[in-house]
């Protein structure tokens, strides 16, 4: 019989109510189209994904091979600029479109790199060049809106600066991301640490850390404190908005950024941080009275390089050390700007250099004050400053950085004419008007203005030629024409004593006494006009002694010394101090220096005397190094020997003695007054009509020369002389740089004898001089004929020389 039982599964009619499963809820469409969308799109972004993967390494196979090689990278060799330094290490130039100090990375201070990562990339040891970390860190604060943060890792940066473009393309990023991977995979975490060290871009011209470190705070990397350090590793970001030249406020926030970063990474501690917050920064400022100016000697030096480099002087990295001394450059720069500021205190005011309309608004005032200093800036210790209100009591003014200039008294002396109310519209002081400011020794203010006197200044050591101090004029910046070099001029009675040399050869001695009185010449004695020479004073004295005519600069003297030993003689006598024979005719007024010479070629010349009668040639470079300081140049001057001698011991010996007079108790007596020592020696000179004004002097271990005129030839002013104008830079020069020296005694040499307290050569004694021309019943103190020996006194030449020294 059939069953008719029913199955007893679980949905079972039979099974009891408790036992069965209740049936699944039918969806709603909504959300079945929902997952399939889900479903859709998850296929879609997986076939993305895959479609990405796949153009990813397509992109990878074809465009890795083409990426530079960066296995140069592992000698890292940057474009470094030409830099010049002094003796003894101070660097006085730089020359190169980029500043630039390569570093390596075991010199980098541990504050300087701990600074860096903390800024840029605090993984940068531990992650593979790529910081997926910090990516996703960044994303995630940029799509919250938070302040915007980079991902670039110092890697990624130096890939970016060293191989490709700036341009922000999906393309340039993909090129970066390879390069990085190359990069990592080549290079140590060192080697590219270094180069980012190096290379970064960090405003104000400066390349590298290194670079930045001087430009900014004017001190080595070693040196950097925390907050300094801070301040540089804030740069890279925006060197040109956040430096703190540019934009101080920027600067400092960055600079409090990164010192929170380095707490954070555990680089310093709170107490460090805290410390490095509250630290004043002192930036370099380029116009610091202070800072070494030695622009021409860095100038001279950069034309010597191109000469021998070309083009690469100033990509490979050149170091050339000079025989600058600091200590003595600085003094020469300050003793020539002073000299030149005095003499332009005695001048007419020339008047303010611009005027402007004063806003009336205080925000437009600043903007106006700014724009019109910003063309007239500061010139050293010459500050510039627009007028505010002005009358005969009382200037004040502002300056750039905002500081008010209150001119009272004194002060206003050197600009009284422009203060008058009746001056004309272009000097008269008014607001608006933009002129020169200056401090006084009482910390004051007084009006002054810039300049159009020049000067030029050079010392070297007289033993080897090194050039130890070298001015070419009041202003690089302003006139760049060196005029140590370059100024041919008159040396007016400062050549004096190179005829005064010649004429010992011809047996003149310091005790020959010659007449002080008046002279006449033809055009035909003169090569010219007609002459009729003056002495400086205007005065004729008469007989008197060729040592006291020198202390005294008697032009008579020496124009009669000239005519008595020959032009063509002093001519060819002149050439052994280095002087250009063609530069000086053979005419008497070469006596009173009328020919042609260079402020360098005087230091030459006044060399001889100096070192006992030998010829050295100057030197400014010592040593030329390449970037890894591997010397290729090392200059070795040779030691003084007979092959450089220039005149005789004896007669430079001379010399000596009577230049020491002129230093003494002559025309620059204030030299020993002042110096209150007794190894010095010079000669002022002052050419006709005060064109030019010199001071030549040395003391045996160092000459130095000065020079002050115009550069279109006018007169300083009638009584402006070499001893008023160029003496006193000199002696301010010698207070420093023979601090210390010992007083040097110059021994007698072999041929020269002292009889009566004065020098003679050994056989042009005066009894046996004068016997010599019969002239036994002349009293025996050489004074008629200075001795003139057998050879040179013929009949007809001792006629001469007797009718010359009678009249």
């Known amino acids: 019989m059939p069953d008719h039982?029913?199955?007893?599964?679980?949905?079972?009619?039979?099974?009891?109510?408790?036992?069965?499963?209740?049936?699944?809820?039918?969806?709603?469409?909504?959300?079945?189209?929902?997952?399939?969308?889900?479903?859709?799109?998850?296929?879609?972004?997986?076939?993305?994904?895959?479609?990405?993967?796949?153009?990813?390494?397509?992109?990878?196979?074809?465009?890795?091979?083409?990426?530079?090689?960066?296995?140069?990278?592992?000698?890292?060799?940057?474009?470094?600029?030409?830099?010049?330094?002094?003796?003894?290490?101070?660097?006085?130039?730089?020359?190169?479109?980029?500043?630039?100090?390569?570093?390596?990375?075991s010199t980098v201070p541990k504050v300087m790199k701990d600074a860096i990562l903390a800024a840029e990339d605090a993984r940068f040891y531990s992650h593979g060049g790529v910081d997926y970390k910090g990516m996703m860190r960044a994303a995630l604060a940029n799509l919250n809106r938070i302040k915007s943060q980079g991902a670039s890792t110092i890697?990624?940066?130096?890939?970016?600066?060293?191989?490709?473009?700036?341009?922000?393309?999906?393309?340039?990023k993909i090129y970066e991301i390879l390069l990085t991977f190359k990069l990592e995979h080549q290079l140590s975490k060192d080697q590219i640490l270094e180069i980012y060290v190096n290379q970064i871009y960090l405003g104000n011209r400066a390349y590298g850390f290194a670079a930045a470190a001087e430009a900014y705070f004017g001190k080595p990397l070693q040196d950097l404190s925390i907050a300094q350090a801070a301040m540089l590793a804030g740069l890279p970001k925006a060197p040109g908005a956040n430096n703190?030249?540019?934009?101080?406020?920027?600067?400092?926030?960055?600079?409090?950024?990164?010192?929170?970063?380095?707490?954070?990474?555990?680089?310093?501690?709170?107490?460090?941080?805290?410390?490095a917050r509250k630290e004043q920064l002192h930036l370099r400022d380029g116009q610091a009275p202070d800072r070494l100016h030695a622009e021409y000697v860095a100038?001279?030096?950069?034309?010597?390089?191109?000469?021998?480099?070309?083009?690469?002087?100033?990509?490979?990295?050149?170091?050339?050390?000079?025989?600058?001394?600091?200590?003595?450059?600085?003094?020469?720069?300050?003793?020539?700007r002073k000299g030149i500021m005095d003499y332009e205190r005695r001048q007419y005011y020339r008047g303010p250099e611009k005027f402007i309309d004063l806003p009336a608004d205080p925000k437009d005032l600043d903007e106006a004050v700014d724009d019109v200093l910003a063309e007239h800036p500061d010139n050293g210790d010459v500050m510039s400053a627009v007028v505010l209100s002005a009358s005969p009591k009382e200037i004040t003014a502002v300056r750039a950085s905002g500081e008010n200039v209150h001119i009272t008294g004194e002060g206003l002396k050197p600009a009284q004419s422009g203060l008058s109310p009746k001056a004309p519209p272009n000097?008269?002081?008014?607001?608006?008007?933009?002129?020169?400011?200056?401090?006084?020794?009482?910390?004051?203010?007084?009006?002054?203005?810039?300049?159009?006197?020049?000067?030029?200044?050079?010392?070297?050591?007289?033993?080897?030629?090194?050039?130890?101090?070298?001015?070419?004029?009041?202003?690089?910046?302003?006139?760049?024409?060196?005029?140590?070099?370059?100024?041919?001029?008159?040396?007016?009675?400062?050549?004096?004593?190179?005829?005064?040399?010649?004429?010992?050869?011809?047996?003149?001695?310091?005790?020959?006494?010659i007449n002080d009185g008046p002279l006449f010449f033809d055009a035909g004695t003169t090569g010219g006009q007609p002459w009729e020479p003056k002495n400086y004073d205007g005065n004729f004295e008469g007989p008197m002694s060729m040592r006291r005519a020198l202390m005294r600069s008697k032009n008579m003297v020496s124009i009669r010394i000239l005519q008595s030993v020959g032009t063509r003689y002093a001519q060819d006598w002149i050439g052994n101090f280095g002087f250009e024979r063609e530069k000086h005719p053979a005419y008497l007024p070469m006596a009173l220096g009328a020919g042609s010479v260079t402020p360098m070629q005087m230091a030459v010349a006044y060399s001889v005397f100096a070192n006992g009668g030998y010829r050295v040639n100057p030197y400014l470079i010592t040593k030329v190094t390449d970037h890894k300081d591997k010397v290729l140049v090392d200059v070795q001057p040779p030691l003084l020997n007979e092959s450089m001698r220039a005149i005789p011991q004896r007669n430079a010996f001379i010399m000596d003695s009577l230049l020491q007079s002129v230093a003494s108790g002559g025309t620059a007596a204030k030299a020993q007054a002042?110096?209150?020592?007794?190894?010095?020696?010079?000669?002022?000179g002052t050419t006709n009509d005060s064109l030019d004004a010199w001071f030549a002097g040395f003391q045996p271990t160092l000459a130095a020369v000065v020079w002050m005129g115009y550069d279109t030839p006018r007169k300083l002013g009638d009584r402006e002389t070499g001893g008023g104008l160029s003496l006193p830079v000199w002696i301010s020069f010698m207070q420093t740089a023979l601090k210390g020296v010992p007083v040097t005694e110059i021994p007698a040499p072999p041929g020269v004898v002292n009889v009566g307290g004065e020098w003679y050569y050994d056989d042009y004694?005066?009894?046996?001089?004068?016997?010599?021309?019969?002239?036994?019943?002349?009293?025996?103190?050489?004074?008629?004929?200075?001795?003139?020996?057998?050879?040179?006194?013929?009949?007809?030449?001792?006629?001469?020389i007797l009718d010359l020294f009678r009249n």
């Not at 397509?58 to 002094?86: E, G, I, Q, T, W």
């Not at 890697?155 to 340039?172: D, G």
């Not at 050390?321 to 300050?334: F, K, P, R």
């Open 674 to 684: 002042t110096l209150k020592r007794t190894d010095l020696f010079g000669k002022t």
């Open 5 to 105: 039982r029913r199955a007893s599964g679980p949905d079972s009619p039979d099974r009891p109510p408790s036992a069965r499963k209740a049936a699944p809820p039918k969806q709603p469409r909504w959300l079945r189209w929902l997952l399939k969308g889900l479903a859709w799109l998850f296929g879609l972004v997986a076939a993305g994904a895959l479609s990405i993967l796949f153009i990813a390494a397509v992109a990878l196979a074809v465009a890795y091979p083409n990426l530079p090689d960066v296995s140069d990278l592992a000698d890292y060799r940057p474009k470094l600029p030409l830099r010049v330094f002094s003796s003894d290490g101070v660097l006085i130039g730089e020359f190169g479109e980029e500043r630039r100090n390569l570093t390596p990375i």
């Open 765 to 800: 004694t005066p009894g046996r001089a004068v016997s010599t021309l019969g002239v036994e019943s002349q009293p025996q103190t050489n004074e008629l004929n200075g001795g003139v020996p057998p050879a040179a006194a013929g009949s007809e030449e001792r006629n001469r």
């Open 155 to 172: 890697s990624m940066q130096v890939a970016r600066n060293v191989y490709l473009s700036s341009e922000k393309t999906l393309t340039r």
């Open 244 to 275: 703190p030249v540019n934009n101080p406020a920027r600067a400092r926030g960055r600079q409090l950024y990164v010192i929170d970063r380095m707490v954070e990474a555990g680089f310093i501690t709170e107490q460090q941080a805290e410390v």
């Open 299 to 336: 100038e001279t030096v950069r034309q010597l390089m191109y000469a021998q480099y070309g083009d690469s002087t100033y990509t490979r990295g050149l170091k050339v050390y000079t025989s600058i001394v600091a200590a003595d450059q600085q003094a020469a720069y300050t003793a020539l």
């Open 427 to 513: 000097i008269r002081i008014r607001p608006g008007a933009v002129i020169r400011v200056a401090r006084t020794p009482k910390n004051t203010w007084e009006i002054t203005q810039l300049p159009e006197v020049e000067g030029a200044f050079v010392a070297m050591d007289p033993r080897d030629g090194a050039i130890k101090a070298l001015v070419g004029g009041f202003d690089f910046g302003q006139n760049k024409f060196n005029h140590v070099t370059q100024a041919w001029r008159q040396p007016g009675s400062s050549f004096k004593p190179f005829i005064y040399s010649a004429s010992l050869e011809k047996g003149f001695m310091p005790s020959t006494v």
